[in-house]
Antibody, heavy 129, light 111 residues
Framework: QLQLQESGPGLVKPSETLSLTCTVS??????????LGWIRQPPGKGLEWVGS???????YYNPSLASRATVLEDTSENQVSLQLRSVTAADTAVYYC?????????????????????WGKGTTVTVSS | QSVLTQPPSVSAAPGQKVTISCSAG????????VSWYQHVPGSAPKLLIY???KRPSGIPDRFSGSKSGAAATLGITGLQTGDEADYYC????????????FGGGTKLTVL
């Protein structure tokens, strides 16, 4: 059974880089049918997509975070990671890892993802000095 | 700001029915697939509805989804106290290269 487990430091200083890992157990992340990605929830706010990656390394990002975020996959460790640079207090949130079903590719080569069917329990990150 | 608009809150008594709307406004989600998630704070979000109106295995038929044009709706019948949670709609916006967009979330209170 597929399980996702997020991990990383709970406290990050402003201007530094937030680094999180999502460990996938039960199935290899090299499945052709799924992306893996990160979603966050700041305190008192709703869910916000951060970025998603295919096993081939093709990644997509929230335009508002694209200049600071990098999502990478490590197929040998069956993990996906998130790096968010130059963090501020606004990046304080619970960060979730989620599997995302790939429907098909459009004629332009862009993916169409249909839904997020498996989520991790999330990890809380606080940005503070 | 959310591309998808949801009411901030809805409430109803146990046993009753509620609907939660998800509107795309000026954006066109007419050909996109909408999914719905239940989120109890402190736990992992759960997929309730995918492809506008399909239920994953294990989700009771008290939960239903529909979509018409630029609006989607989640329906919950036979409300239970355990249904109290935040509910989010979401879709992958391929045309605007925005990726996943979520609604702002709706807090369901079972009175």
């Amino acid at each position: 059974q597929l399980q996702l487990q997020e991990s990383g430091p709970g406290l990050v200083k402003p201007s530094e880089t937030l680094s999180l890992t999502c460990t996938v157990s039960g199935v290899p992340i090299t499945s052709r049918n799924y992306y893996l990605g990160w979603i966050r929830q700041p305190p008192g706010k709703g869910l916000e997509w951060v970025g998603s990656i295919y096993y081939s390394g093709s990644a997509y990002y929230n335009p508002s975070l694209a200049s600071r975020a990098t999502v990478l996959e490590d197929t040998s460790e069956n993990q996906v990671s998130l790096q968010l640079r130059s963090v501020t207090a606004a990046d304080t949130a619970v960060y979730y890892c989620a599997r995302q079903y790939l429907g098909y590719y459009s004629g332009s080569g862009s993916p169409l993802l249909y839904y997020m069917d498996v989520w991790g329990k999330g990890t809380t990150v606080t940005v503070s000095s | 700001q959310s591309v998808l608009t949801q009411p901030p809150s809805v409430s109803a008594a146990p046993g009753q029915k509620v609907t939660i709307s998800c509107s795309a406004g000026n954006s066109n989600i007419g050909t996109d697939f909408v999914s719905w998630y239940q989120h109890v704070p402190g736990s992992a979000p759960k997929l309730l509805i995918y492809d506008n109106n399909k239920r994953p295995s294990g989700i009771p038929d008290r939960f239903s989804g529909s979509k018409s044009g630029a609006a989607a709706t989640l329906g919950i019948t036979g409300l239970q106290t355990g249904d109290e949670a935040d509910y989010y709609c979401a879709t992958w916006n391929s045309r605007l290269s925005e990726g996943w967009v979520f609604g702002g979330g709706t807090k369901l209170t079972v009175l």
